[in-house]
C-alpha cells in the first residue's frame, strides 16, 4: 500500500503480491465484511461513499474470479451460468474477458 493523503491509501497489484494470491471466496469474505462496515458507518451517520465504491469493486472482482472458476471447472457453459449468478456485475465480467481475450490476440499469443 501506498499512502495518498487525498484517499488514504491506494494498493499497488503485483503478480507475486499476497491480494493476487487471495481466492474467490477471500473476495466474497471481504465483500461482505465491507458491506458490514458501510452499514456501521452509515448507522453512525458518517458518509460511506468510499467503502461502498471500494466494495463494489471487490465485489465485481469477486464475480469475475467466480466465473473464471466456472469456466476453468465446466467450460463456457459454466461461465454462463455464473454470469447469469452475478446480475449486475455479469456486464463487467464479460466486459473483462473480451477486454483480455483481445489483449491477448493483439499481443499475438
Excluded at 464479460?94 to 491477448?104: A, F, G, H
Aim: charged content about 30%.
Amino acid at each position: 500500500f501506498k499512502l495518498v493523503e487525498a484517499c488514504g491509501y491506494y494498493a499497488v497489484e503485483r503478480a507475486d503480491s499476497l491480494s493476487n494470491r487471495h481466492g474467490t471466496d477471500d473476495l466474497t469474505r471481504l465483500a461482505n465484511a465491507l458491506q458490514r462496515f458501510e452499514g456501521r458507518v452509515s448507522s453512525l451517520g458518517q458518509p460511506a461513499e468510499s467503502v461502498t465504491t471500494y466494495r463494489r469493486n471487490i465485489q465485481k472482482r469477486g464475480a469475475l474470479r467466480a466465473a473464471l472458476d466456472a469456466k476453468r471447472a465446466d467450460g463456457w457453459i459454466g461461465f454462463a451460468k455464473a454470469c447469469k449468478d452475478a446480475g449486475p456485475d455479469a456486464a463487467y465480467v464479460v466486459r473483462e474477458l473480451v477486454t483480455d481475450k483481445i489483449s491477448t490476440l493483439v499481443r499475438g499469443r
